[in-house]
């Protein structure tokens, strides 16, 4: 069965620190999202691509954060400085390009800011 | 604007007794709903969806949901529970045009006693 690829699984970054997430959806799904899940809550989107552009990137905090998918497949979610309250679950899901779908998420990245 | 409410945090119930995993929701226009699952540091997995038809839906594990359109419910339900369906559930909804991506609730956890 096919699976959307994250990477790293976990990430122990120091505060005001880079860090990088990585995604490979399922081949052949346009859309791609970018969801941070903070403890104890529901997935709140922060990015969705369709293809290489942008759909809605209006929950970003995008003084820090920032994201691509250059060649429309696989993408990037990168955080510049981290903070302490950035520590949450990343996930990304892929989904093909129709509301009648259901997305597939990857495993995600677990991120925790010391 | 979209949203979804689970109104328990934790739902408890006995090995071989039915579930109910409760589900209200706002959306213009028809809703798509989704129920879905997650195991500790994991990624969620797709349990059931409704888009049109019949309003009681089968989905995996022997899960099904019933989608009440006047009273914006869509619990999710199983005749009997099992021990390793304990985790975390969670309601999504998006409209019918598809240019949102899903919303989710914030989740119920499920605890299934042996």
């Known amino acids: 069965e096919a699976e959307v690829a994250q990477s790293p699984r976990y990430k122990i970054t120091e505060k005001s620190q880079a860090v990088a997430f990585w995604c490979d959806p399922i081949s052949g799904h346009a859309t791609l999202y970018w969801y941070r899940q903070i403890l104890g809550q529901g997935p709140e989107l922060l990015v969705q691509f369709q293809d290489e552009s942008v759909v809605d990137d209006s929950q970003l905090p995008k003084d820090r954060f920032s994201a691509e998918r250059l060649k429309g497949v696989d993408s990037t979610l990168k955080i510049q400085p981290a903070e302490l309250g950035d520590s949450a679950m990343y996930l990304c899901?892929?989904?093909?390009?129709?509301?009648?779908?259901?997305?597939?998420f990857g495993s995600g990245t677990r991120l925790t800011v010391v | 604007a979209q949203s979804v409410a689970q109104p328990e945090d934790q739902v408890n119930v006995a090995e071989g007794n039915p579930l109910t995993v409760k589900c209200t929701y706002s959306v213009s226009g028809n809703p798509y709903l989704f129920w879905y699952v997650q195991y500790p540091n994991r990624g969620l997995q797709f349990l059931l969806k409704y888009i049109t038809g019949d309003n009681l839906v089968k989905g995996s594990y022997g899960f099904e949901a019933e989608f009440n359109k006047s009273q914006t419910s869509f619990h999710l339900k199983k005749p009997s529970a099992l021990v390793s369906d304990s985790a975390l559930y969670f309601c999504a909804v998006r409209d019918d045009t598809g240019r949102r991506a899903l919303t989710f609730g914030s989740g119920t956890r499920l605890q299934v006693q042996p």
């Open positions: 899901a892929s989904s093909l390009d129709s509301p009648n779908y259901g997305y597939t």
